[in-house]
Structures are given as C-alpha cells and as structure tokens.
C-alpha cells in the first residue's frame, strides 16, 4: 500500500485547512486509515483513525471536536478537515494506514509522506 498525503500549507489561527491522503496499492488490505502528526522536538502524536469498511472515528484529546477525519472509498482517500486551527496544531502530519486498528501506541503498517502544516498567530 502507498499512500500520497497533500493539503498541508500556512493558515492563521483559527482557519481552517483539508488534508487528504489518497491510498494505491493492495487497498483491500487496510483495515484502518488514520493521522499523526510530529511537531519540532516532540514526539509522533496521534491525530485520528477511521475505520475503512466503516464509520468508527477516533480522535486524540488535542484535536477533538476541531478536526474531522473522513474517507471516500471509491476514491480510495482518508481526508482530515482541520478546523480552529491554533498555532501548538503545527507540524509534520503523516498518513496512515494499518491492516488492523491504527492504534495512538504502536507504528501503522504503512506510511504516507508528510505535509507540513504551519499555523501562524
């Protein structure tokens, strides 16, 4: 599986921004699609998840009621619409996708590139 993260850019504080991650490959393999996200100096944080064939989400605390991850897939793609955006929400966000549970405590199966995404105040 191979993932293509894009959308990432400079907004201010309190914009908004879409992130998509479209997925190619042995698709039918994933199970779970979600974000993370990596700042300067600190360590992969998890954003959301959403289950493939289904419609369970997962959020973590930072980014709840903020942030809405979605998936289209006929189209293959995981989007994340980031709303209220603040100036900690900067930082390398990474797509994921895993064969099982995309879980906050272990590494997905596969990796897209990051997007940077940079909130100014």
């Known amino acids: 599986v191979q993932l293509q993260a894009s959308g990432g850019g400079l907004v201010q504080a309190g914009g908004s921004l879409r992130l998509s991650c479209v997925a190619s490959?042995?698709?039918?393999?994933?199970?779970?699609m979600g974000w993370f996200r990596q700042a300067p100096g600190k360590e992969r944080e998890f954003v959301a998840s959403?289950?493939?064939?289904?419609?369970?989400?997962y959020y973590g605390d930072s980014v709840k009621g903020r942030f809405t991850i979605s998936r289209d897939r006929a189209k293959a793609t995981a989007y994340l619409q980031m709303n209220s955006l603040k100036t900690e929400d900067t930082a390398v966000y990474y797509c994921a996708a895993d064969r099982q549970r995309v879980v906050p405590t272990k590494g997905p199966d596969y990796w897209g590139q990051g997007t940077q995404v940079t909130v100014s105040s």
């Open positions: 959403i289950r493939w064939s289904g419609s369970s989400t």
């Open positions: 490959g042995r698709t039918g393999s994933i199970y779970d």
